[in-house]
Nanobody, 119 residues
Framework: QVQLVESGGGLVQPGGSLRLSCAAS????????MGWYRQAPGKQRERVAV???????DYAESVKGRFTISRDNAKNTVYVQMDSLKPEDTAVYYC?????????????WGQGTQVTVST
């Protein structure tokens, strides 16, 4: 079992910055990829940024050039630095971990953290 704990959400003005963190804990697992997804009211959850164990990174077009994903392998933690935030970035942000447990892969989700971009 893998537990994910997210932190760093909050209220920020347009043009501002926030940094989200997500730490994975548990035993008997290895991380194949971690990433951030978001869901705005009335919309489907969408992928924001993902980084895999080879450090391949994928960003949604809407955040390219503004968001930067990174990871700390020693801490099993993934970060996303969000700059030049826009009101349309307002959403609940979820961390996801693709973990290998034995011979199987599983998706684990965090509880979500609210990001609100507003004046």
């Amino acid at each position: 079992q893998v537990q994910l704990v997210e932190s760093g959400g909050g209220l920020v003005q347009p043009g501002g910055s926030l940094r989200l963190s997500c730490a994975a804990s548990g035993s008997g697992f290895s991380i194949n990829a971690m990433g951030w997804y978001r869901q705005a009211p009335g919309k489907q959850r969408e992928r924001v940024a993902v980084i895999n164990k080879y450090d391949d990174i994928d960003y949604a077009e809407s955040v390219k050039g503004r968001f930067t994903i990174s990871r700390d392998n020693a801490k099993n933690t993934v970060y996303v630095q969000m700059d030049s935030l826009k009101p349309e970035d307002t959403a609940v942000y979820y961390c996801k971990c693709l973990a290998r447990v034995g011979i199987y892969e599983y998706d684990y989700w965090g509880q979500g953290t609210q990001v609100t971009v507003s004046t």
